[in-house]
């Protein structure tokens, strides 16, 4: 099954036509009339999941509030959240390209149905007002004195940042800030990043090296002190309050770890062997072996990847950078020599 949730050029310009003709026609309506309801991404059926599974996966949808800003909101590229929120109502995407979050809402309903203990708290809303901004967000669990963000995740995810992903770690640090800065609310000493990885093998597990030994991994996060947080979060208002004034194209580009970016490696190849003898950053080093070991070697050139661009944001469409990444989709072979 494809997760790619991109729609074709061809089919995106038609769907903006008729959205574009239809908010002219909106524009067009008498004073007196009730405004109409804000815009709403299109959820298609590409795999024919049963109805009522279908709308469930389809239901789930945030306003945008430009008074609001949301802790998993802030911790994200701002070009994503910004071109997500301009475009909510021309991106097209599938029901099943949801699949996870819609995992990831049922897992948040056991938390909330723990049984209660004096000391815990479940799906906590903590906010506070900045510079007249509500900043928001959820915690998932406050036991004792832990504060706890579930997760699900991959094997590579855990093994490529072990010690959680940057915006995990700052979304969970944003939270005891916000806890800390409210008079009523419990406060905590320690915070944890709990990964679930959906994709964990026994087997492999058993062969031993970095791979998770379980499939559930819990990580210890270092907690920020208030003047880093306050910092932390200073500087991500303004930067998404600036990014409101600019055009699309004009938005700070996405970084390549934000972009899930795998870069450009030269394998060196044998005759008759479908494995690689060895991977080379650079091409010179990769042609040098291959020289050395006959000429039944050759380098092949594995091209690096915009991933998040390629498959994983439905933004990337009004994108000027993931408009390249997408045309460049399936047109391009890795190149040997």
């Not at 908010?23 to 009730?34: F, I, K, L, N, T």
């Not at 699949?99 to 815990?120: C, L, N, Q, S």
């Not at 990580?219 to 200073?234: R, S």
Request: a negative charge; glycine letters at 4%.
């Amino acid at each position: 099954m494809s997760n790619n949730i991109h729609e074709t050029p061809e089919r995106i310009d038609a769907e903006r036509a008729d959205r574009q003709k239809i908010a002219a026609d909106a524009a067009e309506q008498p004073a007196d009339q009730p405004p109409p309801a804000p815009p709403r991404r299109t959820v298609t059926n590409r795999y024919a999941l049963p109805q009522a599974l279908y709308e469930a996966m389809a239901a789930h949808h945030r306003p945008h509030d430009p008074n609001v800003l949301h802790v998993t909101e802030l911790v994200q590229p701002p070009r994503i959240q910004i071109l997500q929120q301009r475009h909510e109502g021309e991106i097209i995407e599938d029901a099943m390209d949801r699949f996870w979050a819609f995992r990831g809402t049922a897992m948040h309903e056991v938390i909330a149905a723990m049984p209660p203990k004096p000391d815990r708290h479940t799906e906590l809303s903590v906010s506070l007002n900045h510079s007249g901004i509500l900043v928001t967000g959820t915690i998932d669990l406050i036991d004792g004195d832990t504060l706890s963000d579930w997760k699900f995740g991959s094997v590579f995810g855990v093994i490529f940042d072990p010690d959680g992903k940057p915006e995990h770690r700052a979304q969970v640090n944003l939270y005891r800030y916000l806890l800390a800065m409210s008079p009523i609310l419990p406060k905590v000493q320690r915070l944890q990043l709990i990964y679930l990885m959906n994709d964990w093998s026994e087997r492999r597990a058993l062969q031993g090296g970095n791979y998770p030994s379980k499939p559930v991994v819990v990580i210890e996060v270092p907690m920020w002190d208030n003047d880093t947080a306050a910092q932390y979060l200073d500087e991500r208002v303004a930067l998404y309050m600036n990014c409101r004034l600019v055009t699309d194209d004009e938005l700070p580009l996405c970084s390549d770890k934000e972009r899930w970016r795998t870069p450009t490696t030269y394998a060196v190849m044998k005759e008759g062997r479908k494995s690689a003898l060895k991977l080379h950053d650079n091409r010179q080093d990769a042609e040098s072996m291959a020289a050395i070991n006959g000429n039944k070697c050759y380098v092949e050139i594995r091209n690096g990847e915009d991933r998040r661009c390629a498959k994983y944001c439905s933004a990337a469409p009004f994108c000027d950078y993931g408009r390249i990444v997408l045309s460049k989709q399936g047109g391009q072979e890795d190149e040997s020599e």
